[in-house]
């Protein structure tokens, strides 16, 4: 069945750097593709929607300069935590959806920032 | 999309079917119910979905209430692998983005 990959799946960094997480559709095409956030305990929240060839559509309170997010290809969306500090220590998940109206989980991108 | 609302926690005996209870009273005509489930720090992982008719596949059965304003979820036979939040999501296409509620954390129990 369909896969949606992250890379990497878990990253520790220093505040003030910045990081890049990959989601990547393994075996299909997805022009659009999700990104969430989860903290401990609570569900997922919609950061944005990463549209490949045009610019992404960021849910309220979700700073675009902050999270930047390029759809470069078909199958790979990126997400840029910049400047990173410890509250965006967090879990991040992609998205995209597949054939048959199903909708297809990465298996998220821990994020730690000291 | 509509809002759903499901018990914050279950829990169930391993082998025995788990019934787990969705509300979604302000449903529209063309909204599926989709039913994810999230093993700890994995991604979701979708299980199975409906518009009206009672629906089952290899990992579950989807029963929706005839004026549709509640569905349950059922897992036949539950395995300590079943334990995970499972969420409710009604929208009218799962191509789009997911508004995820609170779930349900399952808890099976040997």
């Known amino acids: 069945g369909a896969v949606v990959s992250q890379h990497p799946s878990r990253v520790i960094c220093k505040s003030g750097t910045s990081v890049k997480i990959e989601c990547r559709s393994l075996d299909f095409q997805a022009t659009t593709m999700f990104w969430y956030r989860q903290f401990p305990k609570k569900s997922l929240m919609l950061m944005a929607t990463s549209n490949e060839g045009s610019k992404a559509t960021y849910e309220q309170g979700v700073e675009k300069d902050k999270f930047l997010i390029n759809h470069a290809s078909l199958t790979l969306s990126t997400l840029t935590v910049t400047s990173a500090h410890p509250e965006d220590s967090s879990f991040y998940i992609c998205?995209?959806?597949?054939?048959?109206?199903?909708?297809?989980f990465g298996p998220g991108t821990r994020l730690l920032v000291l | 999309d509509a809002k759903t609302t499901q018990p914050p926690s279950m829990d169930c005996a391993e082998g025995r079917a788990a019934n787990l209870p969705c509300n979604h009273s302000?449903?529209?005509?063309?909204?599926?119910v989709y039913w994810y489930r999230q093993i700890h720090s994995q991604g979701p992982q979708y299980i199975i979905h409906?518009?009206?008719n009672n629906e089952t596949n290899e990992m579950a059965s989807l029963i929706i209430t005839e004026d549709r304003k509640s569905s349950t979820l059922i897992l036949p036979h539950a395995t300590l692998r079943d334990t995970a939040v499972y969420y409710c999501i009604v929208s009218m296409t799962n191509a789009g983005k997911s508004t995820f509620g609170d779930g349900t954390t399952l808890t099976v129990k040997p």
């Open positions: 409906g518009l009206k």
């Open positions: 302000t449903i529209s005509g063309n909204e599926y």
């Open positions: 998205s995209a959806p597949g054939q048959g109206e199903t909708q297809y």
